[in-house]
């Protein structure tokens, strides 16, 4: 089982036990579960004690130079020793107890955020709006004012620890006698108790309530925008300062347009007489109808831009542009009498050749077209 216990340290074979300290000290560091959680980095940190463990005794380095495995004499696990003691602890023994402060802690701790999804409609977003919502939170509670005690009743010292929140003992370790801190077991490190918890909140120092915000929602949010309230999310345990309240915004489907960042995008389908002859039609848009100009000789694929009746930036000044994409309608039911107007019309501009002979494009079509549906 035994590996390299100089590589595993990166360490020469000559190395002085300063050296080795030195050498186990900044793989510890790096490499302690509670610095990395990683499996791998676990694995390697049991080889790297397993190997200071040896090397650092002067006996067992001697019986692992003669070629013993000292883990095998023992009867030792392997590894089974300095993973179990807390990072601190061995930083404490190596920098001296109280090199990483610690003392009673604060009930006191900072609420959750919560996140609350809000539809909005497509004019919504591009304006902005101002929403009402209601939400389910925490909040200090009213009888102890968050400090979690009965009316009357104060939090008493802990005796176990006196009130510091830790306990301190010392145990023999690879390293020797080491003092190690830990919190307290009685008090859980809050260096107090609380004999007589608060009736309304059962000592959590906070009620759940429903609340209503009025919130606004600034103009050219979209889908999957993040909005976040600071300090609007629920009250942490022991009356601790809010977490924040994050809007996810979910933009309804519009029947009409089709949102591209900013720019909104729509069909308009328009009869074969009214893209050839041009007219002027109302068309609807965020701001209500608009007039819009077709124009003669106007084919399907075209398309008009309404230059600014987007959606509003976020953020910033200025509009997108609403496009509106032309469709000619072909007519599919002619009666005789419109049949016979168009095989006229076709008569007129020599387009009576047989399929696939027809050139497109020829110049004059439409002010001839244009002539044919007035009658001149
Ligand atoms: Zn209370
Ligand atoms: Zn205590």
Sequence with gaps: MAGDYYAALGVRRDASPEEIKRAYRRLARELHPDVNPDPHTQERFKEVTQAY????????????DLGADPFAASGAGPGGFAAGFPFSDIMDAFFGAGATTRGPRSRARRGRNATLRVELDLAECAFGTTRELVVNTAVVCPTCSGEGTAPGTH????????????????????????????????CGGHGTLVPHPCPECDGDGRVRTRRTIKVPIPAGVEDGTHIQ???????????????DLFLEIVQRPHQIF?????????????????AALGATLTVETLDGNHQVDIRPGTQSGQSIPLYGKGIQHLNDSGRGDLVIHVTVETPTKLDTEQERLLRDLARLRGEEAPPGKFAPGQHGFFSRLRDAFNGR
């Design 53 to 64: 463990e040896v090397l650092s005794d002067p006996d067992k380095r001697q019986m692992y």
């Design 258 to 274: 089709e949102r591209r960042g900013d720019d909104l995008h729509c069909t308009l389908t328009i009869p074969m007489a009214a």
């Design 155 to 186: 939090p008493e010292t802990c005796e176990v620890c006196g009130g510091r929140g830790e306990v301190s003992q010392v145990t023999r370790s690879f390293l020797g006698q080491v003092m190690t801190t830990r919190p307290c077991p009685r």
């Design 229 to 243: 309230l600071a300090g609007e999310g629920e009250v942490g345990p022991g009356g601790g300062p809010p977490g």
